[in-house]
């Protein structure tokens, strides 16, 4: 039984491991990047804004694009300064990250502009400008809010194409060191219950006698004899 209680245990143990694995593979793909599906942003967005928090993972970094024909202002901020910025303004606000699906959004229904262009803000802590703006940004790190908005006082984001990805390349090692771990103990298990199966079959050899028990019988069986034949003869006499 004891070799059965261990196969059980390897084999149950490598299905659990090859499904954590699986489960693991099925969130980032076996590529070394995962990202979401483009959208688009509504016409009526004038900006679009990121809080780094939402993204539910840990220990890796991810990058937000944001692709468009006219030029884009990206920033990085506090979250009490890019609210502040955004309140009463229509723009559009990523809520939830799926990878490698979707990144849900909404819209944010508002003015179609700010007082000020974005550039004239002092409390940004990273800004770019270009066709093409991204931001990577360390998911250990305190998160801060990213907005990208149009570089212009007289443009818009409507149309551009954001996209998020991540980088899990330390996912798809382990992924496939648990799949290697599944295997060495669904192979471990399957030896221990064969074992104990086949030797269900095997014939077993038939208890031997104690050979000095069997001499001192057939001594005393001897002696018994020759005691008798004394007896018979002393009787003739």
Not at 90 to 109: G, K, L, S
Not at 130 to 157: C, K, M, R, W, Y
Request: hydrophobic share 45%; with cysteine.
């Amino acid at each position: 039984m004891i070799r059965v209680a261990i196969g059980l245990i390897c084999a149950v143990g490598g299905l659990v491991l090859a499904a954590l694995s699986a489960s693991a593979l099925s969130v980032v793909g076996t590529a070394e990047v995962t990202e979401t599906e483009p959208f688009a942003v509504e016409d009526e967005a004038y900006a679009l804004l990121l809080d780094q928090a939402i993204v539910p993972f840990e220990k890796t970094e991810a990058t937000l694009t944001v692709e468009s024909d006219q030029e884009l202002f990206i920033g990085t901020a506090n979250g009490v300064d890019a609210d502040d910025y955004l309140t009463g303004v229509a723009h559009e606000e990523i809520t939830d990250v799926d990878f490698p699906d979707t990144a849900v959004h909404r819209t944010v229904a508002g003015e179609p502009a700010p007082v000020s262009a974005p550039d004239s803000r002092d409390w940004w802590t990273h800004t770019d400008t270009g066709t093409t703006v991204s931001h990577t940004f360390d998911l250990e790190a305190e998160p801060q809010v990213i907005v990208v908005a149009p570089a212009a006082e007289d443009g818009n984001l409507a149309g551009a194409q954001v996209t998020l990805s991540m980088d899990v390349h330390e996912v798809l090692g382990l992924s496939i060191a648990g799949f290697a771990g599944a295997v060495a103990l669904l192979g471990l298990g399957a030896f221990y219950l064969l074992r104990w199966w086949f030797g269900r079959f095997r014939p077993r050899p038939r208890p031997r006698q104690r050979r000095g028990g069997a001499g001192r019988d057939r001594a005393g069986v001897g002696a018994g004899a020759d005691a008798a034949a004394r007896g018979a003869t002393g009787g003739a006499v």
